[in-house]
């Protein structure tokens, strides 16, 4: 696998590289498994469907798209209302 060099604040860097250090792991390592673990936009997509789809054919649960948006909003209500406490 070749290296990148990746452009960013020195301020970012030394903040990786000390929670990468307290894991016992160098900065390389540390974005390395980081990049393993997160999800592109197509990917979380995806699995969304995949979810919407199970959950459809275990309880025929298919919210509409309208009912989706009432319930992120909902969702976002409350993660915002733990969050001020």
Do not use: C, F
């Amino acid at each position: 696998m070749s290296d990148a060099n990746v452009r960013i604040p020195e301020e970012a860097k030394d903040r990786l590289a000390a929670i990468a250090a307290a894991e016992g792991l160098s900065l390389r390592a540390y974005l390395a498994r980081l990049a393993g673990t997160l999800l592109t936009p197509d990917e979380r997509a995806e699995r969304a469907a995949k979810a919407r789809a199970a959950l459809e054919s275990w309880n025929g649960y298919a919210p509409t798209a309208a009912e989706e948006r009432d319930l992120d909003g909902e969702l976002d209500r409350r993660l915002a209302a733990v969050t001020v406490r």
